[in-house]
């Protein structure tokens, strides 16, 4: 790097101002130059098919107005945009009250020397390909799968979800659950304990002190866990495809057949996949805004 | 100083009417044994202190009241009720926290209601209740601010707010000055003192500051190691200390151990010490016997200290003059004693050149000012 001196010697006739700029772009280039590569281009790109109808490999791209993005409020379009949209809902709604009682257990009742071990034990599934996750779940739900022996070994009837909309909530729930688990953890894991001790010095029982005390404070961890795993729910493409069956469509599934599956629609494609980046990009500066600890007022 | 005493004896006079009392309480954490047989009894209305060291069992005790923390062994009964097994939410006990524990998420006005409203009273009675609280430590332009938006001295202004608002039958307070800077301290002691003349509550505080428990206290318990040393009026503990401890403790002393070698006619104790005699006052009414392990507590500023030997046949020793500290209104001067003991003594500054260091010098006593207590 070059050497720049911020406090320039007086008798230097030039002012040293440009120089000092090398510095943070010789730090910035290489990553930003990757951005721009990598993704600023290909949204370009796809930005300009989007404008393009009909386009298929091989067409002149000639854009020509926003017929794609109309495509999109066919009613067969938002059945899927709305199904992708409820996934994620549920998805979140699942991973929430599941991943709040471990978190909470985690942080305020777990003893503080296995603290760190469960934490990782915890997020060991993230350490798996998705894929491998998927398949495993397959093995588990599929008609003479591990569940339905061991249902069927206590006598209970077998049951038929893999390839319907429950086998994808529970891939979805169990691949986004440590996110939701770990952001949780890290927020409880803040909560002044004395406040707790305060509320029940002023007459709250343990469940009152829950809800007025511990869910208020933990209200950001909260935000910031549904948020994140709201995100990747709605981008989530293997779940939906491996477990989903034809009966689950999804955005992710529907962009990916516009341009590798057989409708190939490259400029419908593109659109599908300029209106993701745009509720993503919603999603990621709602919790920037509410999820960094921030009063939210 | 005087009025203080008249209300301790008082509250010693009320015994019948106790509101807090402890029995033989034990607390053993993890092996360890916080509070060792402590027995308190505190009357209704008193400004009671427990006083002590850092880890000399005092907060335990102050959370075995307010019930964060369940007996090992022994009775706390607060109005006479046994709290065996009663959870903190269900005690007639509010705490003052060190760390003031307020709601972050709730502005103040919620912050001192949130009591009443788990009781649920009413809308117009919490209201008034709210304002009159606010209004007694003067914080009523607050209402509307979070408590991030407060300086210590106000949030600890709520703190008391939120507690007193639900009308306690005891006022508990854990080191509530403790994070004060001196001036605000003073401001916030003052106050405090106000509170309890006007609401004529019973207040329990936990402090280590032993200038805060003597002026403000009716009674204080001194602590150490999980025992109660001591309990009595400010001006007992400091002028009738009964053990060193407490000598030590409270104020500065100068402490010398030894035996019992006889009494004399005026009933003073004779101890001896690496070769010392001292003669002392038994300190409070101590009536030790001849070979019992004894401390004689002398106060630096009861210390006089001469270059010629004083018309004196006891408590005159000579010494060398170690270190002399010139504070302005004070001198302070440290001897060390030919049995090798080291003096501390603070004199008035009287003026005049001082002595250099090394000087054989004098120092001695009156008997009345050397307080005898068992050392066992």
Known sequence: MTPANPIAPAAEATPPKPRRWVGPWALLGPSGLWLLLLLVLPVLVIFELSLVPGIRPGDLVNPSGIDNYLLVFQPVYLQVIGRTLSYAIGTTIICLLLGFPVAYWLALMSPKRWQNLLLVAFTLPLWTSSLLRSYAWITILRPTGVLNSLLGAIGLPGLDILNQTPAVLLGMAYSFLPYMVLILYSSLEKLDRRLLEAAADLGATPIEAFWKVTVPQSLQGIAAGSLLVAITSLGDFVNPELLGGASSMTASRLIYNQFLGATQNWGFGSALSMLMILAVSLGIALLIRYGDGRPAA | ?376
Not at chain 2, 228 to 253: C, H, K, L, M
Not at chain 2, 332 to 338: A, Q
Not at chain 2, 342 to 360: K, S
């Open chain 2, 1 to 376: 100083m005087s009025q203080t005493a008249v209300r301790a004896s008082q509250a010693i006079e009320t015994d019948t009417q106790l509101d807090v009392e402890l029995r033989k309480v034990f607390k053993v954490y993890n092996g360890e044994t916080a509070v060792r047989g402590v027995d308190l009894h505190i009357g209704r209305g008193e400004f009671f202190s427990i006083l002590g060291p850092s880890g000399c069992g005092k907060t335990t005790t102050l959370r075995l009241v307010a019930g964060f923390e369940q007996p090992s062994a022994g009775e706390v009964l607060v109005r006479g009720q046994s709290m065996l097994n009663v959870p903190p939410y269900q005690r007639p006990v509010n705490t003052v926290f060190q760390s003031y524990a307020l709601f972050g998420h709730m502005s103040i006005w919620d912050n001192v209601a949130f009591g009443l409203r788990i009781k649920r009273c009413g809308k117009a009675e919490t209201e008034e209740r709210v304002n009159e609280a606010l209004a007694l430590v003067k914080m009523e332009k607050f209402a509307r601010r979070y408590p991030n938006q407060l300086s210590g001295g106000q949030q600890q202004r709520v703190a008391l707010a939120r507690a007193l608002v639900n009308r306690p039958a005891v006022l508990l307070l854990d080191e509530p000055l403790g994070a004060l800077d001196l001036k605000l301290r003073k401001e916030m002691q003052m106050e405090l003192s106000t509170l309890h003349r006007e609401l004529g509550l019973t207040f329990v505080m936990v402090t280590h500051d032993q200038e805060e428990a003597l002026s403000l206290s009716d009674r204080i318990s001194v602590m150490n190691e999980g025992r109660v040393e001591q309990i009595g009026s400010p001006s007992e503990i400091y002028e009738s200390p009964r053990t060193p401890f407490v000598a030590d403790f409270i104020g500065d002393t100068n402490l010398f151990r030894g035996r019992v070698s006889e009494f004399d006619r005026t009933g003073s104790a004779i101890v001896t010490d690496n070769g010392l005699k001292l003669v002392a006052t038994p300190s409070g009414d101590w009536a030790g016997s001849v070979g019992e392990a004894a401390a004689v507590s002398v106060r630096p500023e009861k210390v006089q200290v001469s270059l010629y030997p004083p018309d004196l046949s006891v408590n005159c020793f000579e010494g060398r003059l170690q270190n002399v500290m010139y504070l302005g209104t004070h001198v302070h001067y440290v001897v060390e004693l030919r049995s090798g003991d080291r003096l501390t003594v603070m004199q008035v500054n009287v003026g005049g050149e001082l002595p250099a260091l090394n000087t054989p010098i004098y120092a001695y006593w009156s008997t009345a000012d050397a307080l005898a207590m068992s050392a066992a």
